[in-house]
T-cell receptor, first 115, second 112 residues
Framework: DQQVKQNSPSLSVQEGRISILNCDYTNSMFDYFLWYKKYPAEGPTFLISISSIKDKNEDGRFTVFLNKSAKHLSLHIVPSQPGDSAVYFCAANDAGGTSYGKLTFGQGTILTVHP | KAGVTQTPRYLIKTRGQQVTLSCSPISGHRSVSWYQQTPGQGLQFLFEYFSETQRNKGNFPGRFSGRQFSNSRSEMNVSTLELGDSALYLC???????????FGSGTRLTVV
């Protein structure tokens, strides 16, 4: 039962263009969402998060959009840079419940930004 | 500010052995979570500790256990290792009220 899904295993984008990574979830109890970036043999690095009381959060080149009715969120990276090439994970948490410390992760999307 | 430190970085064990992995959280972080990453299953939650108490546990067999010490450092133990336990084991810490989970670089366990 995969409660968080990233349906695109990979995404290829030209430098300077927009990268859009998508994530869907099924558990309506999730109320906090995070995006992480990961390089091989390293731990995930936190990028940006959003609470379910918001529909958008921005941090520099990164913007996360949340559509609760569709149970869908997306990460926009503008402009994309070659250094953004990595695996991106979407994660969700039931912050208001008893899911202490438990993040449910998607399977990840490999982003490649070409110079 | 030091990050989350996991030791060792790499480990090779034989089937049937047991292993202990260590995690030192960021200073002031009292919550420590553990995750297993494998190519087939992705990142899976193992358990979470806060103030030496396990508050949450994922769907892993009893061979996987953990503990947390009074200084918030945590260890996880896997007994009777199986080939399928080969994975990257990640530790994450945060303040209890904060939502920002910071991950360590992980311990790569290979079971042969």
């Amino acid at each position: 039962d995969q409660q968080v899904k990233q349906n695109s295993p990979s995404l290829s984008v030209q430098e300077g263009r927009i990268s859009i990574l998508n994530c869907d979830y099924t558990n309506s109890m999730f109320d906090y969402f995070l995006w992480y970036k990961k390089y091989p043999a390293e731990g995930p690095t936190f990028l940006i998060s959003i609470s379910s009381i918001k529909d958008k959060n921005e941090d520099g080149r990164f913007t996360v959009f949340l559509n609760k009715s569709a149970k869908h969120l997306s990460l926009h990276i503008v402009p994309s840079q070659p250094g953004d090439s990595a695996v991106y994970f979407c994660a969700a948490n039931d912050a208001g419940g008893t899911s202490y410390g438990k993040l449910t992760f998607g399977q990840g999307t490999i982003l490649t930004v070409h110079p | 500010k030091a990050g989350v430190t996991q030791t060792p970085r790499y480990l090779i064990k034989t089937r049937g052995q047991q292993v202990t992995l260590s995690c030192s959280p960021i200073s002031g972080h009292r919550s420590v979570s553990w995750y297993q990453q494998t190519p087939g299953q992705g990142l899976q939650f193992l358990f979470e500790y806060f103030s030496e108490t396990q508050r949450n546990k994922g769907n892993f067999p009893g061979r996987f256990s953990g503990r947390q010490f009074s200084n918030s450092r945590s260890e996880m133990n896997v007994s009777t290792l199986e080939l399928g336990d080969s994975a990257l084991y990640l530790c994450a810490s945060r303040t209890d009220r904060g939502m920002g989970y910071t991950f360590g670089s992980g311990t790569r366990l290979t079971v042969v």
